[in-house]
């Protein structure tokens, strides 16, 4: 009898001091994620079976169960809410070395906070898998999207502070 794959699912949550269209499109944009997610290549079509594919550098050092990381992560746009939320299905991501991960979810919603102009964010990440490499991929996964929403937030407070002069 096979052995059932384990539901791994990582789930961070962040207010933004930006309005809830601007977050999102911030996961769209090539140059915004440039800027906050250090992404070189992105292929993202916001609508329902639109592509969602974006790729980083390959980092110098080595996690020694996943090898190098960077990469690329792709999958397909099931749900898309202007303004709202996105969700991408049958997501995976493409180490640089060894074997893909997935498939995985990826949830995304933004919520209008206070009076609009703030955003609570969240993102929850998913997937069923088996092994070491799952796990692996799945702890490294939840300080990735901590530092991730915190460089998102650095990025719209930045950009806030420009259109403020």
């Not at 915190?150 to 403020?164: A, F, I, P, V």
Request: with cysteine; charged share 25%.
């Amino acid at each position: 009898m096979a052995s059932k794959a384990a539901v791994l699912d990582v789930k961070r949550s962040l207010l933004i001091q930006a309005p809830p269209a601007r977050v999102l499109a911030a996961f769209f944009n090539s140059e915004d994620l440039a800027g906050w997610w250090q992404v070189v290549h992105a292929v993202t079509v916001p609508r329902p079976l639109g592509m969602y594919a974006v790729e980083w550098e390959s980092t110098p050092f080595k996690d020694e169960m996943l090898g190098r990381l960077g990469g690329t992560f792709h999958g397909t746009i099931i749900d898309y809410r202007p303004n709202g939320a996105f969700f991408v299905a049958e997501a995976y991501w493409q180490p640089p070395d060894g074997d893909p991960i997935g498939p995985m979810a990826l949830e995304v919603h933004c919520r209008p906070h206070g009076n609009g102009r703030s955003t609570m964010l969240t993102v929850r990440q998913s997937g069923e898998g088996e092994g070491p490499r799952w796990q692996r991929y799945f702890e490294i996964m939840a300080h990735g999207w901590e530092g991730a929403l915190q460089d998102l937030k650095d990025y719209m407070d930045k950009e806030s502070q420009r259109t403020k002069r």
